[in-house]
């Protein structure tokens, strides 16, 4: 099939991107998006042009490198879908393809398609763990915790940080990833000890990082490529007020 | 050169805890005064630097992704093993030492894979007290299950995503250890060059990915926890970014790279649907419990699937192990697989596939039973080749997964540069010829969070507590090493894009040294990849400039590195005249093809040294010695 | 600040100042509607007099109405805030969207519906509760059930005007669609969220969005069809 694909170019931070319009033919419906974007960029190093810069690893719709806005939607058009795993029986021969950076303050174009997350990392190192060093711990069974708990808490624990919820967001809203680990860790044994004090400093870290607030549209939800429920924000939120009303932390 | 592999003495069962005890310990006091550098965040990476961290030391941990998160740990599937004997179905250390040994067909050191063995139970504790949600049973306890390889149920699981919750354990850990200030990460930096001083390894020079520069990191010792070199293949299960490059390049500093040639090869994955593919994705190998594996008997047979009749199809595992079937180990698969599509009877559009047919098993259990089996398998190869397995069989093909050989290290993980260590994949010690499923994962965080902070703390103690400054005459010299390779890639401008180099380069090792291997193949890789080696030196076009993201610069590197690794993998597999595990040589097979070992003569880790560039490497031998286990031959027939 | 004014001020905080603000509000609307179901009684507006005599009079309604004005301020206050966050997360917009994939039209248009409503409102301040307090609604003697101000007889005359009555039907629709996202989201936002209640949660919000505005709208329609009767 032939496309006409509309991509963000931009050299670094600091200048200013611009789209740029690329015609592609040739492209077989079996190969992956980001196949396609392959071929295109062997034919623009031919031509001794800078290729398209993106972020991807696995392709395999696990490592959450990639992070594309194909068409107006994150990932593309299929739900539950990374984008290294939208194939291009998805398009049709003509189609005019747009593809677009992760768009939010918190996270800045580096170049082309490539954008910095490091803001989630941030929010993780603020308190999205359980304080225990290597070795001394009880032994594993000595924690039981029922089938449907533990379930519900690999859930959660499934987000790969890809970030299309703060890009499908329309207030660029970090809400589902921060709320994903604060369910995780609350609803397992092993996270209450610090239950209060890690929503307190994980919601304190996504604010500072710029991140826009909730309004409860779903986005974040349907365009989760691994299916994240918006329930893991109701949880937050519950989480949070409690911990604000009970917490010993009087900051 | 004397390899020493400084096994404790003493039996088996006590070697590690005698070890502990005689190691040499740093002072909690002293300990901050250190510095150590992990290169790699995965499971061996990110679990050494935050139990390190813990520990008091000063940890810089590098990774090129965007955040350590994303290492290709993440993509491990299947589970983990521990001989936690939670099922009461016989399990033990001893029994799970022995089965990853007879798995790696005797070619692993005994005293390292015991003890392998004997912290996986700390794993499990670890993984659960970090919150890692592993599957339960109703009563809250954990689940396993059962795994090739091994005849009880010693895999600890969750879903099919357990590398992923595993690295995430780790990576919060890692999280916590950097908001202590324990730890610094560097992410999008690569590592491109070991620093040396007066023999030791003492800080290595890195390129920040997206600015560029060329900067030197110094410490007390530096740890590799990097990976394997699968990609060397182009087409692999591994992620695109994996690379050889800092176990390469610490290679090229002295560091000796042991069984190359040791790679492990997955016989279920989705085969390659054209020329623009770029890597393969592993579909569980549980799937040949009920899927049939045939190839049309008559060459070139077009038909489709269901227009061939039952007399007409070859279902070549049935027929040639009548007792085992579908169900051999992963080599067996797979070079049968590459037989039948070699002889032209291949199917899908490129040939090199082989059907996997639930058709039989539909029909006998119905088609919600095979759902309820396999149903998200099933989804996911759907979603990558737009054809439903419940109605036309599975097209699959084998590829490579995973690579056994790495950095030689000794019973301390230490490799023979005093001060370097290589953990992980990126070593070679556990597996041998051959890597049982779930033990990979197991081997990282075992040497992350239970082997390294302990052996480390030996080394320390040994050396003197002041700093290295990075304006190290050392230091320059290297940073300029490396501005060199870089200057002197960015200046070829020539016709062809790295991609098709490596591509080259892959479709040469994967022919000559992939499944099947003899010594007329190799030579003619080894003559053909020093061609691609020189025409890439020449012809190779690396677009931008280095002071900037450069994703082509970034390629260029590891693919030069590729092609010297590719030709050393080539040696040691015409060095090593016997069949075993992975490495199969088709001299060396019993009379119904089976893969022949030669304990007598080949009973020994190959261990390559650099001696520069173009130059043969020097093999170096460690003797394997067998005390506990009894050397067979295996028989699927 | 303190403890409390930081919590209030995280994005949590404002959402929690939108979410609660916004259940009284409904609780409001339905007190409001209830009320006002008697300008249907056929008594030549009696009843619905002394309900607003009554409403205008009352120490505890005049409690309930600073609580109305209040959560109405702070709802209205805390939308800005909120949204001068949402614009400031997202400084460049994309090329393209496609919004209606993943999203109910009201759930991304609160903001203006709001506005919407807020204009609305001031001019239903002004038309009715300002008349009854400062204007000159006159009074009309009920006998020896005493002597109030006939705010019926304005409503009427009010609704009687077609232009009028019709811009009341449409900000009804308005209203729906405010409530239909606001309801549910309102419940999210206070982590009241649960498989065994949510559907419950989330049926009584569709329903109250229709039937309230619906009410509420039948009351100009009612005017309308008796002043051409």
């Known amino acids: 099939m032939n496309l006409t694909l509309d991509i963000w170019r931009q050299k670094n931070t600091d200048t200013k991107g611009a789209f740029k319009t690329y015609a592609i033919s040739n492209i077989s419906e079996d190969m992956s998006f980001l196949e396609m974007l392959d071929v295109l960029n062997e034919q623009l190093v031919e031509k001794g042009e800078d290729p398209v810069h993106f972020d991807h690893d696995c392709r395999e719709g696990i490592c959450g490198s990639c992070n594309l806005f194909i068409n107006g939607r994150a990932h593309g058009p299929n739900i539950k879908t990374a984008a290294c795993q939208l194939h291009m029986r998805s398009f049709s021969d003509g189609d005019n393809i747009t593809i677009e950076p992760w768009r939010a303050s918190a996270f800045p174009v580096i170049k082309d398609l490539v954008v910095n997350r490091g803001a989630f990392d941030r929010i993780i190192q603020a308190g999205g763990y359980v304080s225990v060093n290597t070795g001394g711990v009880p032994d594993a069974n000595e924690i039981p915790i029922s089938k449907v708990k533990a379930d519900q808490a690999f859930d959660s624990a499934t987000c790969i940080a890809c970030g299309a919820c703060v890009a499908?967001?329309?207030?660029?809203?970090?809400?589902?990833?921060?709320?994903?680990?604060?369910?995780?860790?609350?609803?397992?044994?092993?996270?209450?000890?610090?239950?209060?004090?890690?929503?307190?400093?994980?919601?304190?870290?996504?604010?500072?990082?710029?991140?826009?607030?909730?309004?409860?549209?779903?986005?974040?939800?349907?365009?989760?490529p691994v299916g994240i429920s918006q329930d893991n924000i109701a949880r937050m939120n519950r989480e949070y007020y409690s911990a604000k009303a009970k917490s010993d932390n009087l900051e | 050169m004397l390899l020493n592999s400084k096994i404790p003495e003493g039996p088996l069962t006590d070697k590690w805890t005698k070890h502990k005890f005689n190691i040499k310990l740093v002072n909690p006091a002293n300990k901050r005064k250190y510095d150590i550098i992990v290169v790699g965040t995965g499971l061996a990476g990110a679990s050494a630097s935050a139990s390190l961290a813990e520990l008091g030391y000063n940890v810089k941990a590098f990774c090129f992704h965007d955040s350590p998160r994303r290492a290709h740990s993440i993509a491990a599937q299947g589970g983990i093993n521990a001989a936690k004997n939670y099922q009461n179905d016989g399990d033990s250390v001893f029994r799970l030492f022995y089965d990853t040994?007879?798995?790696?067909?005797?070619?692993?050191?005994?005293?390292?894979?015991?003890?392998?063995a004997q912290v996986s139970v700390n794993i499990i504790d670890q993984c659960v007290a970090q919150g890692v949600p592993f599957a339960r049973e109703y009563g809250g306890l954990l689940a396993n299950r059962s795994f090739g390889g091994a005849q009880v149920s010693r895999t600890f699981y969750a879903r099919g995503q357990t590398g992923q919750q595993l690295l995430l354990g780790a990576y919060s850990a890692l999280s916590?250890?950097?908001?202590?200030?324990?730890?610094?990460?560097?992410?999008?930096?690569?590592?491109?060059?070991?620093?040396?001083?007066?023999?030791?390894?003492?800080?290595?020079?890195?390129?920040?990915?997206?600015?560029?520069?060329?900067?030197?990191?110094?410490?007390?010792?530096?740890?590799?926890?990097?990976?394997?070199?699968?990609?060397?293949?182009?087409?692999?299960?591994?992620?695109?970014?994996?690379?050889?490059?800092?176990?390469?390049?610490?290679?090229?500093?002295?560091a000796l790279f042991a069984n190359p040639c040791f790679t492990q090869i997955h016989p279920t994955c989705i085969p390659v649907s054209g020329d623009h593919q770029s890597k393969l994705t592993l579909m569980s190998e549980s799937l040949r419990n009920d899927g049939r594996v045939w190839v049309p008997k008559a060459k070139g047979d077009k038909r489709k699937a269901k227009d061939i009749p039952d007399n007409e199809r070859?279902?070549?595992?049935?027929?040639?192990?009548?007792?085992?079937?579908?169900?051999?180990?992963?080599?067996?698969?797979?070079?049968?697989?590459?037989?039948?599509?070699?002889?032209?009877?291949?199917?899908?559009?490129?040939?090199?596939?082989?059907?996997?047919?639930?058709r039989d098993a539909i029909q006998r259990d119905g088609k919600n039973t095979i759902e309820a089996k396999y149903g998200n398998l099933f989804e996911m190869y759907e979603k990558i080749t737009g054809q439903n397995p419940y109605e036309m069989p599975m097209m699959i093909y084998p590829a490579i997964?995973?690579?056994?050989?790495?950095?030689?290290?000794?019973?301390?993980?230490?490799?023979?540069?005093?001060?370097?260590?290589?953990?992980?994949?990126?070593?070679?010690?556990?597996?041998?010829?051959?890597?049982?499923?779930?033990?990979?994962?197991?081997?990282?965080?075992?040497?992350?969070?239970?082997?390294?902070?302990?052996t480390i703390g030996d080394y320390l103690a040994s050396i003197p507590i002041?700093?290295?400054?990075?304006?190290?005459?050392?230091?320059?010299?290297?940073?300029?090493?490396?501005?060199?390779?870089?200057?002197?890639?960015?200046?070829?401008?020539?016709?062809?894009?790295?991609?098709?180099?490596?591509?080259?380069?892959?479709?040469?090792?994967?022919?000559?040294?992939?499944?099947?291997?003899?010594?007329?193949?190799?030579?003619?890789?080894?003559?053909?990849?020093?061609?691609?080696?020189?025409?890439?030196?020449?012809?190779?076009?690396?677009?931008?400039?280095?002071?900037?993201?450069?994703?082509?610069?970034?390629?260029?590197?590891?693919?030069?590195?590729?092609?010297?690794?590719?030709?050393?993998m080539i040696d040691d597999a015409l060095n090593r005249e016997e069949s075993c595990g992975g490495h199969f040589r088709e001299e060396y097979?019993?009379?119904?093809?089976?893969?022949?070992?030669?304990?007598?003569?080949?009973?020994?880790?190959a261990a390559w040294e650099y001696t520069g560039d173009n130059q043969p490497e020097a093999l170096h031998k460690e003797a394997l010695e067998f005390e506990n286990v009894k050397l067979t031959q295996r028989s699927y027939k | 600040m303190s403890w409390f004014t930081k919590a209030i001020s995280s994005s949590l905080g404002k959402k929690f100042v939108m979410a609660s603000t916004g259940l009284f509000l409904i609780i409001f609307l339905l007190g409001h509607v209830s009320g006002n179901l008697l300008l249907f009684k056929d008594d030549g507006g009696q009843a619905y007099n002394f309900y607003a005599e009554f409403m205008t009079t009352s120490p505890i309604v005049q409690v309930l109405r600073i609580l109305t004005a209040a959560s109405f301020i702070l709802h209205i206050i805390y939308s800005i805030l909120l949204t001068r966050i949402n614009r400031k997360a997202r400084p460049v917009e994309y090329k393209v969207t496609?919004?209606?994939?993943?999203?109910?039209?009201?759930?991304?248009?609160?903001?203006?519906?709001?506005?919407?409503?807020?204009?609305?409102?001031?001019?239903?301040?002004?038309?009715?509760?300002?008349?009854?307090?400062?204007?000159?609604?006159?009074?009309?003697?009920?006998?020896?059930?005493?002597?109030?101000?006939?705010?019926?007889?304005?409503?009427?005359?009010?609704?009687?005007?077609?232009?009028?009555?019709?811009?009341?039907?449409?900000m009804m629709v308005f209203l729906a669609f405010h409530l239909w996202h606001g309801f549910k989201s309102a419940f999210q936002t206070l982590g009241m969220k649960h498989r065994k209640y949510t559907p419950a949660i989330e049926k009584a919000g569709y329903a109250f969005a229709i039937i309230v505005p619906a009410v509420f709208a039948a009351m100009p329609i009612f005017f309308l069809i008796k002043s051409l009767g």
């Not at chain 1, 995780?184 to 994980?202: D, F, I, N, S, Y």
């Not at chain 2, 003559?527 to 280095?546: H, M, Q, S, Y």
Request: charged letters at 25%.
């Open chain 2, 466 to 568: 002041e700093r290295i400054n990075n304006d190290h005459p050392a230091f320059k010299e290297a940073e300029a090493n490396v501005a060199g390779i870089i200057t002197k890639l960015l200046i070829i401008k020539g016709t062809r894009t790295v991609d098709s180099f490596h591509k080259e380069l892959g479709k040469v090792m994967w022919d000559y040294c992939g499944m099947a291997r003899n010594a007329k193949g190799l030579k003619f890789a080894k003559e053909k990849i020093r061609e691609i080696r020189a025409e890439f030196w020449n012809n190779v076009n690396v677009v931008g400039e280095n002071e900037e993201l450069n994703q082509t610069l970034e390629k260029a590197l590891r693919v030069s590195d590729f092609l010297e690794l590719g030709e050393l």
């Open chain 2, 176 to 254: 916590r250890q950097v908001a202590n200030g324990k730890v610094q990460i560097f992410p999008r930096t690569e590592m491109l060059d070991l620093v040396k001083i007066d023999g030791k390894a003492r800080g290595i020079v890195t390129r920040n990915l997206i600015t560029g520069k060329i900067e030197s990191h110094s410490a007390h010792a530096v740890i590799l926890a990097t990976g394997g070199y699968g990609n060397v293949f182009f087409l692999s299960t591994n992620a695109m970014g994996s690379n050889t490059t800092a176990a390469w390049r610490a290679h090229k500093r002295g």
């Open chain 3, 98 to 170: 496609k919004p209606g994939a993943n999203t109910e039209w009201p759930a991304r248009n609160m903001g203006i519906l709001g506005t919407i409503i807020f204009v609305f409102l001031v001019i239903h301040l002004r038309t009715f509760l300002y008349e009854m307090k400062f204007g000159d609604v006159a009074y009309v003697d009920y006998g020896d059930l005493g002597r109030v101000k006939d705010l019926y007889t304005l409503v009427a005359s009010t609704f009687s005007i077609w232009w009028y009555s019709i811009l009341y039907i449409v």
């Open chain 1, 168 to 224: 499908a967001c329309k207030n660029a809203s970090a809400m589902l990833f921060v709320s994903a680990k604060v369910s995780q860790l609350a609803l397992l044994p092993q996270g209450q000890v610090e239950r209060k004090t890690r929503v307190e400093r994980m919601v304190a870290q996504m604010d500072a990082e710029g991140f826009g607030a909730c309004t409860n549209t779903g986005a974040c939800s349907i365009e989760c």
């Open chain 2, 589 to 605: 097979q019993t009379e119904e093809g089976e893969a022949k070992r030669d304990d007598e003569n080949f009973s020994y880790v």
């Open chain 2, 101 to 116: 040994i007879k798995g790696g067909d005797y070619r692993s050191r005994e005293a390292n894979v015991y003890r392998l």
């Open chain 2, 314 to 358: 070859d279902y070549f595992l049935e027929r040639k192990y009548p007792s085992f079937g579908n169900l051999v180990p992963r080599d067996v698969a797979s070079r049968n697989a590459k037989e039948a599509c070699d002889e032209g009877r291949g199917v899908g559009p490129t040939g090199l596939a082989v059907y996997l047919d639930f």
């Open chain 2, 401 to 454: 997964h995973y690579t056994m050989g790495g950095l030689w290290v000794d019973y301390n993980l230490m490799t023979n540069i005093p001060g370097l260590y290589a953990t992980g994949e990126c070593n070679f010690s556990d597996h041998g010829a051959n890597r049982l499923g779930a033990s990979a994962l197991m081997q990282g965080l075992a040497d992350g969070y239970f082997v390294i902070s302990y």
